[in-house]
């Protein structure tokens, strides 16, 4: 049998899953149409943006986990949702914020190992327009996605 492991992690990680209609519908005692019906619902009105799973990543090899703080430079403080797209394409990032403060955006990187995530931030450090980077590391990881460890 194939191994695809590292292809599904990928896509389920990524947006690649469906909810099960049969145990929400048992959970909310609700038939499963009506359940199917409000899922569509919120999906067209923008509410539901994607289905995804919640990897445990000291099991899949991207454990190392860091916080990048970054500093914008002067020019960029009027579009940083242009530089904040362009971080985001990158598959070690797991996510992007605009925030407020001492500094212009934090962003979430996943990699196997420090060497790994060495990289992103040289790359992160080349782009234009980013001027500064803090690093708050991640010790052990407890909740995410709403979902306790």
Not at 10 to 26: E, I
Request: with cysteine; hydrophobic share 35%.
């Amino acid at each position: 049998m194939k191994n695809l492991e590292g292809k599904l992690l990928t896509l389920l990680q990524s947006g690649f899953c469906t909810p099960r209609l049969s145990q929400l519908a048992k959970k909310l005692s609700e038939p499963t149409t009506t359940i199917q019906y409000n899922i569509k619902k919120l999906e067209k009105e923008g509410k539901l943006k994607a289905y995804r799973a919640v990897l445990d990543y000291s099991k899949t090899g991207k454990d190392f986990t860091a916080y990048a703080l970054l500093e914008l430079s002067p020019e960029a403080y009027t579009t940083p949702e242009i530089i904040a797209k362009s971080i985001s394409r990158n598959h070690n990032v797991e996510s992007v914020d605009i925030i407020t403060g001492d500094w212009e955006m934090i962003v979430k990187l996943r990699a196997k190992d420090q060497n790994e995530y060495y990289e992103l931030v040289k790359n992160l450090l080349s782009m234009k327009n980013v001027s500064r980077i803090k690093t708050l590391i991640s010790l052990k990881q407890v909740k995410s996605g709403f979902v306790d460890f």
